[in-house]
Protein backbone atom coordinates (compact mmCIF):
# COMPACT_ATOMS: atom_id res chain seq x y z
CA UNK A 1 0.00 0.00 0.00
CA UNK A 2 1.01 3.09 -0.27
CA UNK A 3 2.20 5.51 2.39
CA UNK A 4 0.29 8.28 3.87
CA UNK A 5 1.26 11.28 1.64
CA UNK A 6 1.45 15.52 1.63
CA UNK A 7 1.48 18.19 -0.23
CA UNK A 8 2.88 20.23 -0.88
CA UNK A 9 6.03 19.30 0.64
CA UNK A 10 7.50 22.71 1.17
CA UNK A 11 6.09 26.32 1.34
CA UNK A 12 7.34 30.24 1.84
CA UNK A 13 4.10 32.31 2.28
CA UNK A 14 4.53 36.01 4.13
CA UNK A 15 2.55 37.17 7.57
CA UNK A 16 -0.82 37.18 7.00
CA UNK A 17 -1.62 35.32 4.03
CA UNK A 18 -3.74 32.12 4.33
CA UNK A 19 -2.75 28.30 3.51
CA UNK A 20 -3.95 25.05 2.45
CA UNK A 21 -2.12 21.78 2.98
CA UNK A 22 -2.84 18.34 1.88
CA UNK A 23 -3.08 14.74 3.28
CA UNK A 24 -3.88 11.71 1.64
CA UNK A 25 -3.87 8.77 4.18
CA UNK A 26 -3.26 4.98 3.39
CA UNK A 27 -6.13 3.74 1.42
CA UNK A 28 -8.51 2.20 3.93
CA UNK A 29 -7.67 4.46 6.63
CA UNK A 30 -10.34 6.61 7.96
CA UNK A 31 -8.92 8.79 10.84
CA UNK A 32 -6.80 11.68 9.92
CA UNK A 33 -4.82 13.34 12.64
CA UNK A 34 -2.49 16.65 12.16
CA UNK A 35 0.53 17.38 14.56
CA UNK A 36 2.68 20.28 14.34
CA UNK A 37 6.29 19.92 14.88
CA UNK A 38 8.52 22.93 15.98
CA UNK A 39 12.03 22.79 17.62
CA UNK A 40 10.96 24.53 20.65
CA UNK A 41 7.29 22.61 20.99
CA UNK A 42 7.98 19.38 19.86
CA UNK A 43 5.21 17.85 18.02
CA UNK A 44 2.08 18.78 19.15
CA UNK A 45 -1.46 17.64 18.25
CA UNK A 46 -3.78 20.14 15.88
CA UNK A 47 -7.06 17.75 15.05
CA UNK A 48 -8.76 14.64 14.17
CA UNK A 49 -10.83 13.77 11.84
CA UNK A 50 -12.78 10.56 11.31
CA UNK A 51 -15.55 10.12 8.57
CA UNK A 52 -15.54 13.67 7.42
CA UNK A 53 -16.37 14.67 11.65
CA UNK A 54 -13.83 16.19 13.64
CA UNK A 55 -13.09 14.10 16.54
CA UNK A 56 -10.75 15.68 18.45
CA UNK A 57 -8.88 19.40 18.53
CA UNK A 58 -5.89 20.33 20.15
CA UNK A 59 -5.26 23.79 21.56
CA UNK A 60 -4.41 25.58 19.05
CA UNK A 61 -6.15 29.05 17.67
CA UNK A 62 -9.57 29.27 15.50
CA UNK A 63 -6.63 30.40 12.87
CA UNK A 64 -5.86 27.13 12.59
CA UNK A 65 -8.71 24.98 10.68
CA UNK A 66 -9.23 21.42 9.01
CA UNK A 67 -12.32 18.96 6.84
CA UNK A 68 -11.86 15.63 5.94
CA UNK A 69 -13.65 14.72 2.19
CA UNK A 70 -16.21 11.76 1.76
CA UNK A 71 -12.61 10.13 0.37
CA UNK A 72 -10.78 10.44 3.82
CA UNK A 73 -8.40 13.01 2.05
CA UNK A 74 -7.74 15.82 4.61
CA UNK A 75 -6.94 19.46 4.39
CA UNK A 76 -5.70 22.02 6.83
CA UNK A 77 -5.55 25.81 6.68
CA UNK A 78 -4.33 28.55 8.60
CA UNK A 79 -5.39 31.77 8.22
CA UNK A 80 -4.02 35.10 9.17
CA UNK A 81 0.03 33.63 9.27
CA UNK A 82 2.35 34.66 11.62
CA UNK A 83 5.95 34.14 12.23
CA UNK A 84 5.47 31.78 14.99
CA UNK A 85 3.38 29.36 12.51
CA UNK A 86 6.54 28.24 10.96
CA UNK A 87 7.11 24.75 11.33
CA UNK A 88 6.73 21.34 10.26
CA UNK A 89 3.06 20.21 9.42
CA UNK A 90 2.58 16.47 9.36
CA UNK A 91 -0.35 14.36 9.12
CA UNK A 92 -1.49 10.63 10.19
CA UNK A 93 -3.71 8.43 9.06
CA UNK A 94 -4.73 4.97 11.20
CA UNK A 95 -7.32 2.21 11.34
CA UNK A 96 -9.77 2.41 13.82
CA UNK A 97 -7.62 1.55 17.39
CA UNK A 98 -4.66 1.56 15.41
CA UNK A 99 -1.20 2.49 14.82
CA UNK A 100 -1.13 5.96 13.47
CA UNK A 101 1.66 6.44 10.21
CA UNK A 102 3.10 9.62 9.74
CA UNK A 103 3.10 11.22 6.21
CA UNK A 104 6.26 13.32 4.78
CA UNK A 105 5.05 16.76 6.16
CA UNK A 106 4.82 20.11 4.66
CA UNK A 107 7.50 22.61 5.94
CA UNK A 108 6.04 25.94 5.99
CA UNK A 109 8.14 28.89 6.40
CA UNK A 110 6.47 32.45 7.07
CA UNK A 111 8.51 35.51 6.58
CA UNK B 1 -4.60 16.88 29.58
CA UNK B 2 -2.39 14.46 29.40
CA UNK B 3 1.25 15.29 29.97
CA UNK B 4 4.13 12.96 29.02
CA UNK B 5 7.90 13.49 29.93
CA UNK B 6 10.51 12.09 28.56
CA UNK B 7 14.27 12.03 29.52
CA UNK B 8 17.45 12.28 28.45
CA UNK B 9 16.87 14.90 26.05
CA UNK B 10 20.42 13.51 24.48
CA UNK B 11 22.48 10.42 24.96
CA UNK B 12 25.32 9.36 23.43
CA UNK B 13 26.08 5.69 23.63
CA UNK B 14 29.14 3.88 22.25
CA UNK B 15 28.38 1.04 18.91
CA UNK B 16 27.04 -2.11 20.24
CA UNK B 17 26.07 -0.77 23.43
CA UNK B 18 22.24 -0.24 25.03
CA UNK B 19 20.67 2.88 25.46
CA UNK B 20 17.69 2.88 27.48
CA UNK B 21 15.09 5.81 27.71
CA UNK B 22 12.19 6.73 30.11
CA UNK B 23 8.81 8.42 29.52
CA UNK B 24 6.49 9.20 32.13
CA UNK B 25 3.13 10.40 31.65
CA UNK B 26 -0.09 11.48 33.74
CA UNK B 27 -3.71 10.37 33.07
CA UNK B 28 -4.22 7.40 34.32
CA UNK B 29 -6.79 6.49 31.69
CA UNK B 30 -3.72 6.58 28.59
CA UNK B 31 -3.69 2.57 27.79
CA UNK B 32 -1.63 3.05 24.28
CA UNK B 33 1.95 4.10 24.22
CA UNK B 34 4.11 4.19 20.91
CA UNK B 35 7.73 5.19 20.13
CA UNK B 36 8.74 6.67 16.60
CA UNK B 37 11.63 7.26 15.35
CA UNK B 38 12.75 10.47 13.33
CA UNK B 39 15.91 10.79 11.19
CA UNK B 40 16.86 13.98 10.20
CA UNK B 41 14.62 15.45 7.79
CA UNK B 42 12.10 12.62 7.69
CA UNK B 43 8.80 11.31 9.09
CA UNK B 44 8.52 9.89 12.29
CA UNK B 45 8.50 5.97 12.13
CA UNK B 46 6.97 3.88 14.52
CA UNK B 47 9.68 1.19 15.95
CA UNK B 48 7.01 -0.13 18.56
CA UNK B 49 4.34 0.30 20.28
CA UNK B 50 2.64 -1.51 23.94
CA UNK B 51 -0.94 -1.25 24.90
CA UNK B 52 -1.86 -1.17 28.61
CA UNK B 53 -2.48 -4.97 28.75
CA UNK B 54 0.83 -6.03 28.24
CA UNK B 55 3.80 -5.13 30.58
CA UNK B 56 6.76 -5.74 28.01
CA UNK B 57 6.90 -6.24 24.47
CA UNK B 58 10.20 -6.92 22.37
CA UNK B 59 11.33 -6.79 19.08
CA UNK B 60 14.72 -8.17 17.93
CA UNK B 61 16.85 -5.04 19.77
CA UNK B 62 14.46 -3.01 20.92
CA UNK B 63 11.97 -3.43 24.23
CA UNK B 64 9.51 -1.47 25.54
CA UNK B 65 8.12 -2.32 29.63
CA UNK B 66 5.40 -0.17 30.80
CA UNK B 67 4.21 0.42 34.69
CA UNK B 68 1.18 1.45 34.62
CA UNK B 69 1.42 2.11 38.63
CA UNK B 70 4.45 4.41 38.44
CA UNK B 71 2.54 5.15 35.08
CA UNK B 72 6.15 5.16 33.15
CA UNK B 73 7.80 3.09 30.11
CA UNK B 74 10.93 2.96 28.40
CA UNK B 75 12.21 2.24 25.28
CA UNK B 76 15.29 -0.23 25.39
CA UNK B 77 17.42 -0.67 22.23
CA UNK B 78 20.51 -3.18 22.79
CA UNK B 79 23.91 -3.55 20.67
CA UNK B 80 23.39 -0.57 19.12
CA UNK B 81 24.16 0.73 15.63
CA UNK B 82 25.31 3.99 13.66
CA UNK B 83 22.01 3.78 12.03
CA UNK B 84 20.37 3.80 15.76
CA UNK B 85 21.21 7.41 15.70
CA UNK B 86 17.95 9.53 15.17
CA UNK B 87 15.68 11.48 17.67
CA UNK B 88 13.30 9.57 19.33
CA UNK B 89 9.84 10.37 21.05
CA UNK B 90 7.32 8.52 23.03
CA UNK B 91 4.01 9.02 22.99
CA UNK B 92 0.96 8.36 25.30
CA UNK B 93 -3.24 8.12 23.97
CA UNK B 94 -5.80 6.76 25.30
CA UNK B 95 -8.63 4.54 23.93
CA UNK B 96 -6.36 2.37 22.57
CA UNK B 97 -4.97 5.42 19.85
CA UNK B 98 -8.12 6.20 18.98
CA UNK B 99 -7.69 9.71 20.65
CA UNK B 100 -4.82 12.26 20.16
CA UNK B 101 -1.30 11.19 20.68
CA UNK B 102 0.40 13.57 23.22
CA UNK B 103 4.26 13.87 22.59
CA UNK B 104 7.55 13.55 24.69
CA UNK B 105 9.75 16.18 23.95
CA UNK B 106 12.22 13.82 22.61
CA UNK B 107 15.57 12.31 22.90
CA UNK B 108 18.41 12.38 20.31
CA UNK B 109 20.66 9.34 20.36
CA UNK B 110 23.92 9.29 19.12
CA UNK B 111 25.96 6.44 18.66
CA UNK B 112 29.37 6.57 18.75
CA UNK B 113 31.58 4.15 16.30
Known amino acids: KAGVTQTPRYLIKTRGQQVTLSCSPISGHRSVSWYQQTPGQGLQFLFEYFSETQRNKGNFPGRFSGRQFSNSRSEMNVSTLELGDSALYLC??????????FGPGTRLTVL | GENVEQHPSTLSVQEGDSAVIKCTYSDSASNYFPWYKQELGKRPQLIIDIRSNVGEKKDQRIAVTLNKTAKHFSLHITETQPEDSAVYFCAASTNFGNEKLTFGTGTRLTIIP
Open chain 1, 92 to 101: ASSLFQDTQY
